[in-house]
């Protein structure tokens, strides 16, 4: 049980696309989802949280205008990262928890490598 | 701020030995913790999570919880070169999974 599905795996296009990625749950309704960037050689970095049906919470320093997070269901969160650039390029990966987070382990998503030309 | 931290390494053992992997939190009102390993290029895969203080052992996995000293661990017996991985701690509270930047553990054939 607690699969969750990332898609695309792989994604490469022009500078000024806008890259929607999306992240399911697929045996369980997760409330809350995470999103997290991480660039070769480096530790994960939570960009934000997403809850169903309310506005994700961004960490500091993400431009939310810049990844738009929508929790429209209690199984899918998208991220779409607009407009993007060559320093958008990275390994995108989410997670999702059964109920909230606390005491819940996150499980991931297999992650989605965007390269940006 | 919360902070989790792990040793970089890389950290070597023999296929066969023990490999122990050691993490250290700041936020004492952490209540759960988790082991993750990630191959590189891959996403991270949850190993084992443990709440209460002592040990909890799954398989060839043990983890080590001492909340009076704020730490914890990862015992990994009879190392095989598959577990070679980065391996991640990360702590929870009232707050998204505070990650450790990770331990790259190389098991030698």
């Known amino acids: 049980g607690a699969v969750v599905s990332q898609h695309p795996s792989w994604v490469i296009c022009k500078s000024g696309t806008s890259v929607k990625i999306e992240c399911r749950s697929l045996d369980f309704q997760a409330t809350t989802m995470f999103w997290y960037r991480q660039f070769p050689k480096q530790s994960l970095m939570l960009m934000a949280t997403s809850n169903e049906g309310s506005k994700a919470t961004y960490e500091q320093g993400v431009e939310k205008d810049k990844f738009l997070i929508n929790h429209a269901s209690l199984t899918l969160s998208t991220l779409t990262v607009t407009s993007a650039h060559p320093e958008d390029s990275s390994f995108y990966i989410c997670?999702?928890?059964?109920?909230?987070?606390?005491?819940?382990?996150?499980?991931f998503g297999d992650g989605t490598r965007l390269s940006i030309l | 701020q919360k902070e989790v931290e792990q040793n970089s390494g890389p950290l070597s053992v023999p296929e066969g030995a023990i490999a122990s992997l050691n993490c250290t939190y700041s936020d004492r009102g952490s209540q759960s913790f988790f082991w993750y390993r990630q191959y590189s290029g891959k996403s991270p895969e949850l190993i084992m999570f443990i709440y209460s203080n002592g040990d909890k052992e799954d398989g060839r996995f043990t983890a080590q919880l001492n909340k009076a000293s704020q730490y914890v661990s990862l015992l990994i017996r009879d190392s095989q070169p598959s577990d070679s991985a980065t391996y991640l701690c990360?702590?929870?509270?009232?707050?998204?999974?505070?990650f450790g930047k990770g331990t790259r553990l190389s098991v030698i054939a």
């Open positions: 990360a702590s929870s509270g009232n707050t998204p999974l505070v």
């Open positions: 997670s999702a928890t059964r109920q909230g987070w606390t005491d819940q382990p996150q499980h």
